[in-house]
């Protein structure tokens, strides 16, 4: 070593600041300037390398590995730089913990943070296989992630204070007490919440299909974490809790591909035979003429109080109900039209009073 260099060193051990050197304060700075461009440098190697790998995989897994190593900042860097080089330093007790928290702190933040994308990654990619329903897809994936970023959270503060020398025993404690309190007031909302998750994973209905619960019914139009909304024939928006949903019977008229019709006609009892024979075949005819219409079956099933009841039987091909009643209006037109050609009266209700002398 050149004896100008060991002069100033010897020169800088010899000034005093406090109870550190001008040496000391020369090799903390020197230990972050280092420091922090190893890092920056270590940075641009891994995301240099990663982008190259990316370009050669199809999966974008790596894309979120560059992503998290992409978004730390420099000022990160510079605080663990600032934090190694002040341990050549002599500090008083009460700066060294302030500084080992800051530290600490800031650490575990990143960290979190950097957990939390990679969470988002999972849960993003997860729920976008099971469904194309973005609206859906968004509130369950936005309830998955607070939940996640809650636990995520709570561990990183009980590991902080613990790194700390914080006796974090009684606290754990006190947060499995508190959260039993707290999953006991919100029994009815996490219910709801819950049940959101098996409407989506076990999909008895998505947006967008025609559902009957109970009395009411109506075409889904949003499922939330706590409810869903239908959007009712009469144009009135339906909101029905989660819970409900999951525990009553649903009808589900999307995955219909058919619709049955069934419906009885009553002629009079001064129809001809002949005429009646030929009541199955002309009601085949209406039916068969329209392209959307599968015939099944009509029988003279009953002989009523007022009239010969007929049961027809057809099928509209379409999961639409107002296309459906305009497919039976025009069958019901045609029918009337060929009983009236055959002469052929429709029966009501009527009453014959016989007087006797």
């Known amino acids: 070593m050149p004896t100008e260099i060991t002069n100033f060193i010897k020169y800088l051990h010899s000034i005093q600041l406090g109870q550190n050197s001008a040496y000391d304060f020369s090799l903390a700075l020197a230990i972050l300037i280092g420091l922090w461009i190893l890092l920056k440098i270590i940075q641009w190697i891994v995301v240099f390398k990663l982008k190259r790998l990316a370009k050669k995989t199809k999966t974008d897994f790596d894309d979120v590995i560059i992503e998290i190593f992409s978004k730390i900042k420099p000022p990160f860097y510079i605080l663990i730089s600032l934090y190694f080089g002040i341990q050549v330093l002599t500090l008083n007790d009460l700066a060294a913990k302030i500084i080992k928290f800051v530290f600490i702190i800031i650490l575990i933040y990143e960290v979190v943070k950097a957990i939390g994308r990679f969470i988002d990654f999972l849960i993003n990619k997860y729920f976008s296989k099971l469904t194309e329903e973005k609206s859906q897809n968004r509130a369950l994936v936005n309830g998955v992630r607070i939940i996640a970023k809650i636990v995520l959270w709570s561990f990183a503060l009980v590991l902080a204070l613990s790194n700390l020398g914080i006796n974090v025993t009684s606290l ?21 919440i819950f049940s959101s998750f098996s409407i989506y994973l076990d999909k008895p209905f998505t947006i967008g299909d025609f559902i009957v619960v109970g009395k009411n019914n109506g075409t889904v139009e949003y499922i939330g974490l706590k409810s ?37 006609l009553g002629v009079t009892y001064s129809t001809p035979a002949d005429k009646l024979n030929k009541i199955p075949e002309m009601i085949k005819q209406a039916v068969t003429q329209i392209d959307t219409a599968e015939f099944d079956r009509c029988h003279l099933k009953d002989f009523g109080s007022s009239s010969l009841d007929y049961e027809l039987s057809y099928f509209v091909k379409s999961q639409d109900y107002g296309k459906a009643m305009d497919i039976r209006e025009k069958i019901n037109l045609e029918i009337f039209k060929a009983f009236g050609k055959e002469k052929i009266e429709f029966a009501y209700p009527t009453q014959t009073i016989y007087l006797e002398k």
């Open 172 to 192: 754990i404690a006190g947060l499995g007490i508190g959260g039993i309190a707290i999953a006991l007031a919100l029994q009815n909302v996490l219910s709801d």
């Open 228 to 264: 869903t909304r239908l959007r009712s024939p009469d144009g009135e928006q339906l909101i029905i809790s989660n819970k409900e949903l999951t525990d009553a019977r649903i009808q589900n008229f999307e995955l219909l591909k058919k619709r049955r019709i069934l419906m009885t």
